[in-house]
Each structure stands twice: as C-alpha cells, then as structure tokens.
C-alpha cells in the first residue's frame, strides 16, 4: 500500500516569497491534516479536512495561510507571503479512522 | 498551560534500563490517547494506542489515568533502537488531535 505522499520535499524561500505544498494521502482515507512542525516542538494542527470539507482550521494563520482538498482527495497548503518565523517541517497525514499516517514531510527554509 | 505536557527531558539512559515518560492533557473531554515516535528528521508513526484498562506491547507498556488526566509509557529493556523522540497525543473526539512537544530518548551502550 502506498503512503502518504508530499512534496516537494525541500524548499527555500527568501520571506515574502509565496509557496505551495503538495500532499497525497492514502487512497480511501477521508481525513487529512496539515501540520506544523517547529524544531524542538511537537507537530501542531493547521487544518483537517474530511473529504473536502473544513473541520477545523483554528489555528491557521488565515491571513497568509490557505489550505484547499476539491476532490477529497489531494491537497495543497499555501503560504503568502512567508515569514521567517514559518521556516518549519510541514506534514501532511490522513487517517482511515484514529492512527494517523504521515507523509515525509516539506521542509521549508525562510531566509 | 498547554492542552498536552510532557516531561521535558532529555532522557539519557544506558542499554538495558527501564524509563518511563509521562504525559499530563488538560481536557476532560479527550476521548482517545496515543503514544508516537518520531526518528530524527522523520515523520511521527504510531507507538501504540492508551486504554483506560492499560495495555502493553512486548517491552512498552501504556496506562491512563483519566481521574488525574495523564499518561504514561514505560520501556522496559531499552534498546539502541529505541533512541526516538515519543510524542504524547490527544484526540478530543472527531479526530481532532493535538501533540506534546515530545520526550527524548537517548539509550547509550
């Protein structure tokens, strides 16, 4: 079974710049998160979709964050404009039910 | 105060000892509890799930305690291999999830 796919799977940026992630999930799984990752911190949620609807998206930063799933099924994650501040692993995972599954990750360099 | 705490850590153990990490949410409501591990610069998997009656898996056992809202993991007979980050995570129904910080594990020969 293929995982969860992203990419790309590096990325830099100066601040200011926009930029787009791109994630995969596993066929048949219905929800899909994005989220944050900070050096040294534990991932945190940005946004979960289930098919192509918002569950939550409390804590994406809304004016320079977008997420989007039109199909249900892959998703893209937007910056614009980048920060230094959201230099950062950024994960995607879907989940069939309650484990969740993690793509490699993005991670992306502001300078 | 967090939603998730974990114990800070570094934990710097040698082969063969006992370690146990705990967890503190702040929720009530949280309805399911998970342990993952995190390799250094790789994603999140899944450890294993947390029951209210405990569970365990081969060296690692799992508890929860919902009356004091934590819980802990315990790695018996650490190995090299366990060296990890273990991230505690909390979902409060609807599949919303959040993550501890982690703990950190080294286990040295």
């Known amino acids: 079974e293929a995982g969860v796919a992203q990419s790309p799977r590096y990325k830099i940026i100066e601040k200011r710049q926009s930029v787009a992630f791109w994630c995969n999930p596993i066929?048949?799984?219905?929800?899909l998160y994005w989220y944050q990752q900070i050096l040294g911190q534990g991932p945190k949620l940005l946004i979960q979709?289930?098919?192509?609807?918002?569950?939550?998206d409390s804590q994406l930063p809304k004016d320079r964050f977008s997420a989007e799933r039109l199909k249900g099924v892959d998703s893209t994650l937007k910056i614009q404009p980048a920060k230094l501040e959201d230099s950062a692993v950024y994960l995607c995972?879907?989940?069939?039910?309650?484990?969740?599954?993690f793509g490699p990750g993005t991670r992306l360099t502001v300078t | 105060r967090k939603e998730v705490e974990q114990d800070p850590g570094p934990f710097n153990v040698p082969e063969g000892a006992t370690v146990a990490f705990n967890c503190t949410y702040s929720n009530s409501a949280s309805q399911s509890f998970f342990w993952y591990r995190q390799d250094c610069r790789k994603e999140p998997k899944l450890l294993m799930s947390?029951?209210?009656s405990g569970n365990e898996d081969g060296r690692f056992t799992a508890q929860l305690n919902r009356a004091s809202q934590y819980i802990s993991l315990l790695i018996r007979d650490s190995k090299l291999s366990d060296s990890a980050t273990y991230l505690c995570?909390?979902?409060?129904?609807?599949?919303?999830?959040?993550f501890g910080d982690g703990t950190t594990l080294t286990v040295k020969p």
């Open positions: 979709f289930q098919n192509n609807g918002v569950v939550d």
């Open positions: 995972a879907s989940t069939p039910l309650y484990e969740q599954y």
């Open positions: 947390v029951y209210s």
């Open positions: 995570v909390v979902n409060k129904g609807a599949g919303k999830s959040t």
């Open positions: 066929s048949g799984h219905a929800t």
